[in-house]
């Protein structure tokens, strides 16, 4: 199954802007992704599954959009 | 004496006096300083129910008692009087180095009176202080006030603070500019400037402020400076990217207001993104005084080089207004800057006004030539200008979204709180920001409890932002913990690495007083209830505490966040409930005398 991510800040850093993760076995997990990605689950501060608040053992579903942020704040 | 330098300087521009006279110092410990003292002061001097542009107004411009001292961001400063805006009580808040300046000049507060019969501007050079003739700066856009005014003080190292036209021009959302691009933004502290012809204070200081403990403080600031070096946004993500990050998780979440709030996701956000900006219109990065963090930036666009975007402007003039052009946003904002204009209650003006062109309230014929079209580049830099100078129209949006609205007969068009603008967030997906938006002590505003922390950044913890449970209590503690931070003279951003008990320690270090994590936060509460008290005085009530019909009536539309409503009627119950009030939102006799607040005997006919 197909899987859109979405990488914000310094996580595009050699990594781009977005992907498209295709082929991916039914029950991969945003854990999964970052793996594979080479995202340290530290550096992960937020991580949305289609704009909700996501899990990192969260079962991930055909056409999910995944957003990962690092630590980031403003006002 | 520590931290405050025990001084008030008071200036009445009428008699053209000048005095010096010490700081009551049992006020100073009890509100803390900055925001809480000067309130303290301005609620016993004058009658809330004033006009705010009237001549009984005062202006205060007020250190705290952090500011000049090596603390991290101990550089700024706040402007509080009565809002011409909303009519609450006004505290803007600044950085830059005006305010370090003015401590270092030996003075904690600056409270000017009355009105001058023509255009003038203050010097102060420690303690030398004269009222000088500003007729040759009166109609200055605010950097040519502030080269003039170098140039003519011939000191390189003074420090400027002024309005520009939009402040001369009494726009109700007119700014204090400090140090070129920093600016006392919100509530129309410009205006009440304006009011009194007052065009600039300058401000030269060479003192430095007691600090009662050197030794605690030197280790209390490293441990600190630590925290911030080492936390993620403070450490990593402001100095990188600025403010302006914030538009894609903001947008992602489906919380970014577009169109006055008829959408609440932008599809175009990645063009006005921090990443965007970084890479594309960044010249340098930039901090105020004594700031570790650094979030200011600088960008350019064509010949317009200015202080900023901040995330807030690059949404209002972007995305509420439906434009994805980051080099209109930059312009805009650069004229916000020169004209000396809340880039907040300027670009959201011009987003209810492109409603009201949209619903067919304003004429093409009304426009002049730019049509207030959603989506518009163009617009938002000519209509910011005509704003700012009230040409046209421009003179009808320059008293900010709801007096407009209200003009043509639909105010709930205007997407404010207490007839100040609110923020890039919409409440409607971040319901603890709702409650914190309503109960603003000075309308529409994110810092007076910046609950997007916990509900979209996870700082301290991640809270479900849809869920009510528990959101009163968290709104209550940021109100309070925020009104000591400002009360300090520290800026708000150390808070996503900092807690109350690191500014205990930063203050006992500091004034050689005993405070508690818990003390510090009662200090802040006790501030905030006096603010209420203002503005219950001056007229408001209940009814104010709300949010716009659209926010409480209408789902959003699209995106993550659809179909949600803020569910405000549920939380503000419990709200009054957790500060001790009645169900009016009145404070109750007992939670004032527990906080030592003394009700001013029946003094303008108010019953507590
Ligand atoms: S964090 Fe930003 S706004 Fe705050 S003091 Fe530092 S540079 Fe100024």
Redesign the pocket.
């Known amino acids: 199954m197909n899987i859109r991510v979405r990488l914000f800040a310094t996580l595009r850093e050699g990594r781009g802007k977005e992907l498209m993760l295709e082929a991916l076995n039914e029950g991969v997990t945003p854990k999964d992704i970052i793996n594979r990605l080479g995202i340290l689950e530290e550096e992960v501060a937020i991580l949305l599954i289609n704009g909700r608040d996501g899990e990192m053992s969260t079962v991930l579903k055909v056409n999910d959009v995944v957003s990962i942020f690092p630590p980031v704040g403003g006002g | 004496m520590f931290g405050f330098t025990g001084k008030v300087l008071r200036i009445n521009l009428k008699e053209k006096s000048i005095k010096t006279e010490p700081l009551n110092m049992d006020l100073a410990k009890k509100y803390v300083g900055g925001r809480g003292l000067a309130e303290k002061y301005l609620m016993d001097e004058i009658d809330p129910k004033i006009d705010a542009l009237s001549s009984e107004n005062k202006l205060i411009f007020v250190t705290g008692p952090l500011s000049g001292t090596p603390t991290?961001?101990g550089?700024?400063y706040m402007v509080v009087t009565k809002s011409p805006l909303t009519d609450t009580v006004a505290c803007s808040n600044s950085?830059?180095r005006w305010g370090a300046e003015l401590k270092m000049a030996g003075y904690d507060m600056i409270i000017i009176e009355e009105k001058s019969d023509k255009p003038v501007y203050i010097n102060i050079n420690n303690d030398e202080v004269t009222i000088r003739d500003a007729s040759h700066l009166w109609g200055m856009v605010t950097s040519e006030v502030t080269e003039a005014l170098i140039k003519e003080i011939g000191d390189e190292k003074v420090k400027v603070a002024n309005i520009g036209p939009g402040g001369e021009n009494l726009s109700r959302m007119a700014a204090i500019m400090n140090d070129i691009d920093?600016a006392a933004g919100r509530s129309g502290v410009g205006a009440v400037m304006g009011s009194k012809n007052l065009k600039a204070i300058t401000v030269r200081g060479t003192g430095k402020p007691a600090v009662a403990n050197p030794e605690k403080l030197k280790e209390v600031v490293a441990n600190c400076n630590k925290k911030i070096r080492e936390n993620g946004v403070?450490g990593q993500g402001?100095p990188t990217y600025?403010?302006a990050v914030l538009v894609n998780i903001i947008n992602e979440n489906g919380v970014f207001p577009v169109n006055n709030f008829q959408s609440s996701h932008f599809a175009k956000a990645e063009d006005l993104s921090g990443e965007t900006l970084a890479e594309k219109y960044l010249i340098k990065r930039?901090?105020?005084?004594?700031?570790?963090?650094?979030?200011?930036r600088h960008c350019k666009v064509d010949d317009l080089e200015s202080g900023g975007p901040e995330y807030e402007t690059i949404w209002g003039f972007g995305a509420d207004c439906g434009v994805s052009d980051m080099g209109a946003v930059i312009k805009a904002n650069y004229w916000c800057n020169e004209l000396g204009l809340d880039t907040i209650s300027a670009s959201a003006t011009i987003a209810a006004a492109m409603e009201l062109y949209q619903k067919g309230y304003i004429k093409e014929e009304d426009t002049d030539g730019v049509p207030l079209e959603f989506g518009n580049a163009d617009a938002v830099i000519q209509w910011t200008k005509r704003m700012g100078k009230r040409e046209g129209l421009g003179d009808k949006l320059a008293d900010g979204s709801y007096r407009l609205c209200e003009m043509y007969g639909v105010p709930e068009l205007s997407m404010s709180v207490k007839k100040q603008e609110i923020p890039a967030y919409d409440p409607r997906g971040i319901q603890g920001q709702g409650l914190a938006y309503a109960t603003s002590n000075r309308g529409g505003c994110h810092v007076r409890a910046y609950l997007i922390s916990p509900e979209i950044l996870a700082l301290p913890e991640k809270l479900d932002r849809f869920s009510l449970e528990g959101k009163p209590q968290w709104v209550k503690v940021f109100q309070d913990l925020t009104a000591v931070i400002d009360s300090s003279g520290?800026?708000?951003?150390?808070s996503f690495a900092m807690g109350a008990q690191d500014y205990a320690d930063m203050y006992n270090a500091v004034c050689g007083t005993d405070h508690t994590a818990q003390s510090i936060l009662e200090a802040g509460e006790r501030i905030w209830n006096i603010e209420k008290l203002f503005n219950l005085e001056s007229g408001l009530s209940i009814t104010d505490d709300t949010l716009p019909k659209r926010l409480l009536e209408e789902p959003i539309v699209d995106g993550p966040s659809k179909d949600n409503v803020a569910r405000l009627g549920e939380l503000l119950p419990n709200y009054f409930v957790a500060r001790g009030w009645d169900e009016n939102g009145v404070p109750t006799e007992e939670r004032l005398e527990k906080l030592g607040i003394i009700v001013p005997p029946v003094k303008h006919k108010m019953k507590y």
């Not at chain 2, 105020?288 to 200011?296: D, E, K, N, S, T």
């Not at chain 2, 520290?490 to 150390?494: A, D, E, R, S, V």
């Open positions: 991290p961001t550089g700024r950085g830059g920093r403070t402001l600025g403010t930039v901090g105020c005084y004594g700031c570790p963090i650094a979030c200011g520290l800026c708000l951003f150390t």
